[in-house]
């Protein structure tokens, strides 16, 4: 049973340009959570969704972000006209019901996207 | 609201010492789980421990220890006779139950730690 993947693992793209990071979560999980990782901070809670659905965003810069979770395919953070400061490390993690703390051990390898 | 301190942000210390990362949490809810998690120079996460608030008893796997005491909020790790792969930036996290019902974690600034040898 596969972990958590996400790709690509780096990610470079030029200023304007769009990134899209993908998450397939472990299989039988319908929940997905994103986090970022900006240079020598923690991460940090950016949305939660299940399948077709946004539950809470409230992490999720207002313009340029989206996510989305098809009922087939993997989770999808796509940011618009990528500037430096969205330089940083992209984490996905999936759980197979809401709640319960189930997330810790399931988190991917994460994607480092580079804006030059 | 929700807020995990951690803080000393680096520590060196020479291999085989024992050293003790600090973790002081805030929350207002009762039920809740902490987290450890370890990030290695190559980037992963790797999961270390999950307690969740009712279990205060300290747990010890192999050269891990981890000292929950509920009364002054925190949930200190120690590692015992260090070793150079412990080299890693260590992550404390949060997660509520009681408000989202969801795994909305939230993490602290992580210590690093530097085993010298």
């Known amino acids: 049973n596969a972990g958590v993947m996400q790709n690509p693992r780096h990610l470079v793209r030029r200023r304007g340009q769009e990134a899209r990071l993908r998450c397939s979560p472990m299989k039988g999980h319908s929940h997905v959570y994103w986090y970022r990782q900006l240079p020598e901070e923690g991460l940090k809670f950016m949305v939660y969704l299940q399948k077709e659905n946004i539950i809470d965003e409230s992490g999720m810069p207002k313009e340029r972000f989206s996510a989305e979770f098809p009922k087939e395919g993997p989770s999808i953070l796509r940011i618009q006209q990528v500037v430096r400061g969205d330089s940083a490390a992209y984490f996905c993690a999936s759980s197979e019901r809401q709640g319960g703390g189930n997330t810790e051990a399931f988190f991917g390898q994460g994607t480092r996207l580079t804006v030059v | ?117």
Do not use: H, M
């Open chain 2, 1 to 117: 609201a929700q807020k995990v301190t951690q803080a000393q942000t680096e520590i060196s210390v020479v291999e085989k010492e024992d050293v003790t990362l600090d973790c002081v949490y805030e929350t207002r809810d009762t039920t809740y789980y902490l987290f450890w998690y370890k990030q290695p120079p190559s980037g992963e996460l790797v999961f270390l421990i999950r307690r969740n608030s009712f279990d205060e008893q300290n747990e010890i796997s192999g050269r891990y220890s981890w000292n929950f005491q509920k009364s002054t909020s925190s949930f200190n790790f120690t590692i015992t006779a260090s070793q150079v792969v412990d080299s890693a930036v260590y992550f404390c996290a949060l997660s509520e139950l009681g408000k989202t019902s969801y795994d909305k974690v939230i993490f602290g600034p992580g210590t690093s730690l530097s085993v010298i040898p």
